[in-house]
């Protein structure tokens, strides 16, 4: 993957600055948005692919994206499909911190240091690049304005942005509430971009729906109350429920 096209966790953090404040909106959600980033972008890339409700890896070769492949790599370490829902519902400590160290390094953000009440170290950042910040909202507002399809890029960034409630970030008060239910209607152009936000939600909203499962075999007991007994989970062990998000400098 050339290095030449941002990405779309880059894009998506960039989305969430606030060029006031120099801090991102929806922090905690935002994490969870960039774990499913990623997994957009290494679809698009031909790396992994949907199966069902999971996600698996059909091109394990690295992309040239330390940050991506780094991803990769723990996927195809898992050896079997991973259900998106517990992927994004997975540790991510300091990924945002990671990807705003890039933007820095690249000289699309620069880091301003100060306090919180005088005494805290806190870092903020500031697009140094309004016009790259300022194309990526336009393929938004266009997506949303026209109603022509957009290209899957921009589909999953709008389905993303959607999911971890970006919408009245962008598009704020009354007057922005249609611009905000169009950007959620664009979620069905991109089935990979659609997949990962419906899973950034449900682990927002603390859902991870069990998959449909086969008629029990025959011999296995019903347990008490007349429900058969769950087989053991296969193939992916169960992520952790996540307790609390890890607060980066950015916050």
Do not use: F
């Not at 991973?82 to 990671?98: C, D, E, F, K, Y």
């Not at 304005?145 to 009354?174: E, F, M, Q, S, W």
Request: hydrophobic share 40%.
């Amino acid at each position: 993957m050339g290095r030449s096209r941002r990405t779309i966790p880059e894009e998506l953090l960039l989305l969430a600055l606030d060029p006031a404040t120099g801090t991102t909106a929806q922090p905690q959600s935002l994490d969870l948005g960039l774990a499913g980033a990623q997994l957009v972008e290494l679809a698009l890339a031909g790396r992994i692919a949907p199966d069902g409700d999971r996600i698996a890896v059909v091109a394990p070769r690295p992309t040239g994206d330390p940050t991506l492949d780094c991803a990769l790599e723990l996927l195809r370490r898992r050896g079997a499909p991973v259900r998106a829902v517990h992927w994004i519902g997975g540790p991510r400590l300091g990924l945002r911190q990671t990807y705003l160290s890039h933007l820095e390094r690249c000289g699309m953000v620069a880091a301003v240091p100060g306090q919180m009440c005088g005494v805290l170290p806190t870092t903020r950042y500031q697009a140094t690049d309004t016009e790259i910040s300022r194309e990526i909202r336009s393929r938004l507002d266009s997506a949303i304005r026209t109603g022509v399809p957009p290209d899957p890029r921009t589909a999953a960034l709008a389905a993303l942005a959607h999911a971890v409630g970006l919408g009245k970030h962008l598009y704020p008060g009354n007057e922005g509430r249609s611009s905000r239910s169009r950007l959620r209607d664009l979620i069905r152009h991109d089935p990979m971009g659609g997949l990962v936000a419906h899973a950034v939600m449900d682990v927002q909203n603390g859902v991870a729906a069990q998959p449909r499962r086969s008629p029990a075999p025959a011999g296995r007991q019903p347990a008490p109350g007349g429900r058969v007994a769950p087989e053991p989970a296969r193939g992916v062990p169960m992520q952790p429920r996540r307790g609390s998000m890890a607060r980066v400098v950015a916050h």
